[in-house]
């Protein structure tokens, strides 16, 4: 969750995933799950921000590698005789 600050009342509003926030001071400081509006966005200090955190991959480089191989490789048609 996202904590923002509003310089000017000073009061410190903390998002919500599905409510809309406000300071409720001149400003109108607003924080809806990740979005922040206000009238100054000057005025605004962020406390803290939303870290997205790095995938990391269960396969090994090895597996990587065989997998893209077997990627490129190229379908083979067979040409039958027909009776």
């Known amino acids: ?31 809806k799950g990740d979005k922040i509006s206000a009238l100054d966005l000057s005025r605004i200090v962020m ?7 790095k995938k990391t991959s269960v396969f090994s480089s ?7 191989a077997r990627r490129q490789r190229k379908v083979r048609k067979l040409d039958f005789e027909v009776r």
């Open 1 to 31: 969750m996202l904590t923002i600050r509003c310089k000017d009342c000073n009061r410190e509003v903390v998002g919500h995933v599905s409510q809309s926030k406000c300071c409720g001071c001149p400003n109108m400081a607003t924080i």
């Open 47 to 53: 406390l803290n921000s939303l870290k997205e955190e």
């Open 62 to 68: 090895h597996d990587l590698a065989y997998q893209e």
